[in-house]
């Protein structure tokens, strides 16, 4: 019986040794593996051999600092178990008959304690039960001496390259927010964004296209979003391009991509972001500031379900959903003739609109809380609360940036917050001492007459300060006919 | 993405409050401003300027000094500004800058705290004939003092 542990890191100078006498090795890895490696601060694996036999640990040291691994060798498995909480590890090769603790229970603890380190089970004793036992409990390899160098290293280096392979799916997964079970939340509870979140969930399985409106910083992109991984492509790609954002020829070489020599500086084929996102979602922001033959093109995508690259000649064939997003009246567009009709039907398949904020102010301190959270996480802040005061200025305020300006403010105001709790005096001072009216466009603020004329009469009665000679005469009527309607609309 | 802000300014009125506003809202939206300056003038001969040119040459040179004076405001901070200058009726030529140049994402009015007024008929200024079918909302900016005290 061996006590203690027989040595860990005491062989940097003889691994420099075994190194020098290799040669120069380059290892050809991917990113993931290469950028996880290089935060460790080394360049080989960290492998425990944990045996009773002395002989055994120091052959198998020997047959693994060949292959450049970093060994620390065990003679006692709860020493190894205690340094294991310690250090890091990728792999564990233990012996199945020891003393205090067999090979099948440091199994069971190890993964307890990190699912992600592989374990290889080596016996003198190999039964088929005990192979079949110890792949259930979740060893990688149960291998039976005696065994050659070779199989052992070829093993080795199998279960490293599972261990990577389960690492880098576990963070693909963190990236990919549809199998992480997570999607993108529309925070709200008025009614407005309710009936969006309702339209959203109708729409996103039936594959349709759809055209997203409102004003900017509405949220359209998270709408599209929240449409592409409710639907059966959320395993694809979900590709955003803004198309009020470039000419004419760069939409084309964007969209489409090129082939090599198209034109000048064309050096090799680019896909297009209709190639990548194929299977997948296209979002089109701003799809208004199309350029009319833009406009052409993709309805002849959208028609065909088929594309040629800029400067080529083969048909690619197609299999996205595009869903299109816009600031801009584009009925009034197509009336001026700046935005073709037929795109218009093709894209309006189904339409989602975004409400302003100031349409939805019920929905600010939720919105307020949820963006001092998120900043908080990443500002590292002790903060607890919004004032009463700070939220009623928020309330009333008219967010001509709607949403993604309420999230400027909180992000500033828990930058410059000192306390716990943010006040007014943490808001921009502009909100405080300055008044904003908004002129709407009738259109979009869809409001009877009646509510039109309350408004109106409420905001001239504000500015006159409440004296009703002045605001009479402004508004055109004579004072009694104002009396009548602040009575009827009970605007006292 | 929220981008461009535009300021209108009619006859050379400038109002303190909006300048102030769309500083802060431009800081807070990283958005870039363009001062739009309208001055009324009728043209009964488009195609001949005639004996408006040396009343022109004197608003452009009048107008350049405030504009540049106002746009120092904003450098200061780090802002992208530019600026333009309209000669002619102000209705049309604001539509007409409007359908030129890119969307707006915010229009605000700079020359005074609510919108301009014509004697008993405040909906003949031409600002307010046009305020409510424009691209995204006109707003207006005053200070709160101002209009909580009565003002009978």
Known sequence: MQNGVKSTFDSYSKLKRVK???????????????????????????????????????????????DIHTVSTFSNPLRALKKLEEKHCDLIITDLK??????????????????????????GYASLDGAINATRQGAF??????????????????????????????????????????YPVIIGKSPKIVQVEEAIRQIAPSGSNVLITGESGTGKELAARAIHYQSHRAEGPFVAFNCGAFSEE???????????????????????????????????????????????KLLRVIQEREFLRVGGTRPISLDVRIIAATGKDLKAAMREGVFRQDLYFRLNVVNVIMPRLSERKQDIPLLAYYMLEKFLRRMNKNITAISRDALALLENYTFPGNVRELENIIERAVAVCQGNTIKVSDLPPDLASLELYSYQRPDSALLSLEELEQDYIRHILKISGGARTQAAEILGIDRVSLWRKIKKYNLE | MF??????????????????????????????????MLVEM??????????????????????????????????????????????????????????????????????????????????????????????????TVSSKEQLESPQE
């Open chain 1, 20 to 66: 020098r006498r290799l040669g120069p090795i380059t290892l050809q890895k991917p990113a993931m593996r290469q950028d996880r490696q290089n935060d460790r601060g080394k360049n080989s694996s960290h492998i425990f051999v944990v045996d009773d036999d002395k002989i055994a640990l120091k052959n198998l040291r020997r047959i693994l600092e060949k």
């Open chain 1, 98 to 123: 020891m003393p205090y603790l067999d090979g099948i229970s440091l199994l069971n603890k190890v993964k307890l304690l990190n699912p992600s380190i592989e374990v290889i089970l080596i016996t």
């Open chain 1, 141 to 182: 390899f149960y291998l039976s001496k005696p065994f050659t160098p070779d199989k052992m290293l070829a093993l080795v280096r199998q279960a490293l390259k599972q261990k990577l392979l389960k690492e880098d799916s576990a963070a693909l997964q963190e990236k990919n927010p549809r199998s992480a079970g997570t």
């Open chain 1, 250 to 296: 760069l939409i084309a070489n964007e969209i489409f991509g090129h082939e090599k020599e198209a034109f000048t500086g064309a050096t090799s084929r680019k896909q297009g972001l209709l190639e990548v996102a194929n299977s997948g979602t296209v979002f089109l922001d701003e799809i208004g500031d199309m350029p009319v033959s833009m406009q052409i």
């Open chain 2, 3 to 36: 981008q461009r802000i535009l300021v209108v300014f009619e006859n050379e009125k400038v109002c303190n409050d909006s300048l102030t506003y769309t500083r802060e809202l431009a800081l807070r939206m990283d958005s870039d401003i363009t001062l739009l």
């Open chain 2, 42 to 139: 009728a043209f009964m001969d488009r195609s001949y300027i005639g004996s408006k040119r040396s009343a022109i040459t004197h608003i452009e040179e009048q107008m350049r000094k405030l504009l540049s004076k106002i746009t120092g405001r904003f450098l200061k901070e780090g802002i992208v500004i530019s600026t333009a200058l309209r000669i002619g009726h102000p209705a049309e030529e604001f539509l007409k800058f409007l359908a030129e140049k890119p969307p707006f994402q915010a229009l605000i009015w700079g020359s005074s705290a609510n919108l301009p007024e014509i004697g008993r008929f405040p909906q003949n200024h031409w600002i307010r004939k046009v305020a409510g079918n424009l691209e995204c909302p006109l707003l």
